[in-house]
């Protein structure tokens, strides 16, 4: 869906609810770049681990290399 108009724009910003379920893996995947928000607290650093397992696994799924950065929230 995004390949017709990819031209027309600089940014397309597509906000995923932070879960693993199919759409949101469709958005990782069809993205170039994927930002994940963070606390600085015990809970969201631990979690940093499942995410990056997460997108592991995507990687594996697609043959596609996903570009994600943590950012400070």
């Given at each position: 869906m995004i390949l017709p108009v990819e031209?027309?724009?600089d940014f397309c910003i597509i906000d995923c609810p932070p879960d693993a379920h199919s759409a949101s893996q469709n958005a990782i995947v069809a993205s170039d770049l994927l930002l994940?928000?963070?606390f600085?607290?015990?809970f969201s650093i631990s979690?940093?681990?499942l995410v990056s397992?997460?997108?592991e696994d995507l990687e594996d799924?697609?043959?596609k290399?996903?570009?994600w950065s943590a950012?400070?929230?």
């Open positions: 031209d027309l724009y994940v928000p963070i600085l607290d015990g979690n940093l681990n397992s997460t997108i799924a697609s043959g290399k996903i570009n950012v400070i929230n």
